[in-house]
């Protein structure tokens, strides 16, 4: 059985959409016909859970890493998306974690069969100590998320360094671009940190609209200027990543379904 490949979402300042890509990254996979877990990491403010609706879950993240629930027990169904979520809980510090619910864990995510788990941490760097079940050398990445603002991209260049350090593979995410002449463009950003940008995402007034309806932009708005881009970038991931590409005519049967169901436009 073949292990999941781990996108790790992250960010080294608050307040640049690290969350609400997260959220549609895992949404867009799960509409491509993918097997998604969509894990909630950020121990000090939880947030995948006021996105979907989901916020009185009662276990999750740290309760499986912490020995007190077993995966299958702790997650969630999205009921909208049908999105398996493990859900973040409140805490002031990291649990600690043995080695053999390590192993447990990662014998519990490989059974799974994910094609893919997005993981929304905490801003600043995490340890891949703590998420080594989730992950292999080949199968992790980091997606680095910034704004077109100096600030944000020299924060994106530090934690870079850091991820580099850990001789792990990172792109970079432009969020919330608006093509204001105050911004710095993608050009810019680009010479700023001495790489490509990944996907440029831009601000898009039906984000906020759908995390008030607890429903992924890229389902209630597939049209939209943010949902167009998130399903590329979701189709640029699962390429790189090499994982085989689900039956189109499963994938057509699921977006019919969900357009009959929901009415998404």
């Not at 690290?18 to 949404?27: E, G, R, S, Y």
């Not at 906020?208 to 597939?222: G, M, N, W, Y």
Request: net charge positive; proline share 5%.
């Amino acid at each position: 059985m073949a292990e999941p490949h781990a996108i790790m979402i992250a960010s080294q300042k608050g307040g640049v959409g690290k969350t609400t890509i997260a959220v549609n990254l895992a949404a867009a996979l799960k509409l491509q016909r993918y097997k998604v877990l969509l894990i909630d990491a950020d121990y000090s403010n939880p947030s995948v859970g006021f996105h979907l609706g989901m916020q009185e879950a009662n276990i999750g993240f740290k309760a499986v890493v912490s020995n007190k629930a077993k995966l299958e027990n702790a997650i969630a169904i999205h009921n909208p998306t049908g999105l398996h979520v493990l859900p973040g809980e409140i805490s002031s510090k990291s649990p600690t974690i043995s080695h053999r619910v390590l192993k447990n864990l990662n014998r519990e995510l490989i059974r799974s069969r994910y094609d893919f788990v997005v993981i929304d941490t905490a801003p600043g760097p995490t340890s891949l100590t703590m998420l080594s079940p989730l992950i292999s050398a080949n199968l992790f990445e980091v997606l680095i998320i910034l704004t077109p603002e100096m600030p944000a991209c020299a924060s994106a260049l530090r934690l870079a360094h850091m991820y580099e350090k850990m001789h792990t593979m990172h792109s970079m995410t432009a969020n919330k671009v608006r093509n204001r002449r105050y911004e710095l463009s993608i050009g810019e950003i680009e010479d700023v940190l001495g790489e490509g940008v990944i996907a440029t995402l831009p601000e898009d007034e039906n984000v906020p609209i759908s995390i008030a309806t607890h429903i992924p932009i890229c389902l209630l708005k597939s049209r939209s200027a943010f949902s167009i881009a998130i399903k590329e970038l979701a189709r640029k991931v699962a390429s790189r990543a090499g994982v085989e590409e689900p039956e189109r005519s499963e994938r057509k049967g699921l977006f019919a379904w969900l357009k009959r169901i929901f009415s998404f436009g």
